[in-house]
């Protein structure tokens, strides 16, 4: 079998630009290797927006494939159920590993993935994070050759939502593949946690979103989903946390007993 990527490092800088063109629709994976060896061989002082006025994208569009490419292209292989949004929203995590395993060992969206890391971390779920849109590997739009800027993923948390529709938006009507998410949109009734969570949340009238209802999970797999938050929980009950616990409000230390009860009255039930 031929290394893919063996072929990619060989290839001229025309060849790996009309590659990145003929993925456009259909692959960030081809489109991050590409930018990530031009980057390397070619680029001579170039940036990621003068790699993406060859091929069509914005210089953020490229730079978060390319940033996706070389943190995660050599171990994508091990996740066979997991999207490029996936690593996308985990590029800036330092649990990825960890988050990504229990994503694919579950087969969870990216909405579970982010409520399951959340969860674990001991945030409150009753409060709504922060919007966040994301491109995924069908959403590309086709941008003029003006030179753009290019941020850190790690910034796109402070954007508003105004500000992130408009990042991966042209002013061109061009666009090549199907505008899906795997979550995003708008209105207040939103929820990752509602009924049909795995299709993306309403749009606009105007929008062409193909939506799929989510499967109803088995025991079995819901099972797994608990043992491994269980498991994640029980692990950060460090020394620290253990010894600190007595110097915690009595609302939170009440409301960590019941929580324990309550699962373990349940798991008691099914003996």
């Known amino acids: ?33 590409c930018a990530a060896q031009w980057t390397k061989k070619y680029a001579k002082g170039r940036t990621d927006a003068d790699f993406g006025a060859m091929v069509g994208l914005s210089g953020d569009q490229i730079y978060q494939r390319r940033r996706v490419w070389e943190t995660f292209g050599d171990v994508r292989e091990q996740y066979q159920h997991l ?27 990216v909405a579970e993935l982010k409520a399951w890391r959340r969860a674990v971390n001991g945030e409150d779920l009753s409060i709504s994070e922060p919007f966040e849109e994301y491109p995924v590997d069908s959403e590309v739009a086709f941008v003029s050759d003006e030179p753009v800027s290019v941020k850190d993923p790690s910034e796109y948390d402070q954007l508003d939502r105004g ?17 899906a998410r795997d979550v995003g949109g708008s209105g207040s009734d939103y929820s990752p946690f509602r009924s049909g969570a795995g299709a993306p949340a309403p749009q606009g009238s105007n929008s062409e979103v193909a939506v799929v209802a989510k499967p109803e999970i088995t025991p079995e797999q819901a099972i797994k ?29 009440k409301r960590f007993i019941k929580a324990v009860s309550d699962l373990n009255s349940t798991a008691a039930r099914l003996q």
């Open 225 to 253: 989903r608990i043992c491994s938050a269980v498991e994640r929980c029980h692990k950060m009950l460090s020394p620290e946390v253990v010894s600190a616990f007595p110097e915690l409000s009595p609302k939170l230390k």
């Open 1 to 33: 079998m031929i290394d893919q990527t063996d072929t990619t490092a060989k290839m001229t800088e025309d060849q790996l630009i009309d590659r990145a063109r003929e993925a456009l629709s259909d692959s960030s994976w081809v489109i991050g290797e």
């Open 83 to 109: 999207k490029w949004s996936h690593y996308y929203i985990a590029l800036t995590w330092d649990d990825a590993p960890e988050c990504l395993q229990w994503a694919e060992e579950n087969q969870a969206t």
């Open 163 to 179: 500000e992130s529709g408009s990042r991966e938006q042209s002013d061109s009507p061009a666009t090549v593949g199907a505008h």
